[in-house]
């Protein structure tokens, strides 16, 4: 396998344990697991641009995309392989170049449609089907890490990029 170009995620479902959390004030919550982050730092290590592409919108994923400074961030988005088409063109790259992480029916169409396509553990078996690649575990639980640490293996780059800390 070659290392993508891109890398593209899901949020909910993905990065979330994709439950929707809300106080008596209507304040909406998620959590996110810090062990992703190793993911980003990856990628970042080996000069691979993420893109987050979510159907939801709300400050709390622009909040946790500015935290870890990835500047591509596309939400309230109802056809994500439209999106994800465009930003290939801009980068001069084609859809069989890039690696996606999703876990339900709107992720449907780009799982079809990337070089390679992953689910969390718990996404459903149909979309699990779709994938060259399903978690061991859940979303919300370090699924983005686990999908980002099984490209690096697989391009045989995963050692390499953990002697940087020194392991």
Not at 13 to 34: H, I, L, Q, R, S
Request: aromatic share 8%.
């Amino acid at each position: 396998m070659n290392l993508p170009k891109l890398i593209i995620t899901d949020i909910d479902g993905v990065w979330t344990d994709g439950g929707m959390y809300y106080d008596n004030t209507g304040n909406e919550w998620k959590k996110f697991n810090t062990i992703d982050s190793a993911g980003i730092i990856f990628c970042r290590q080996l000069a691979v641009p993420i893109a987050i592409i979510t159907g939801e919108n709300t400050q709390i994923v622009a909040n946790r995309a500015k935290k870890l400074n990835i500047d591509l961030v596309f939400q309230g988005i109802t056809d994500k392989l439209h999106v994800a088409k465009e930003l290939c063109e801009k980068m001069n790259i084609t859809l069989s170049e890039v690696a996606y992480i999703g876990d339900d029916l709107g992720d449907i169409d780009l799982l079809k449609a990337v070089g390679f396509a992953a689910a969390p553990a718990n996404a459903s078996d149909y979309i699990k089907d779709l994938c060259d690649y399903t978690t061991k575990t859940q979303g919300g639980d370090g699924a983005f890490r686990e999908f980002i640490e099984e490209i690096l293996s697989r391009c045989g780059l995963m050692e390499s990029v953990l002697e940087k800390f020194n392991l």
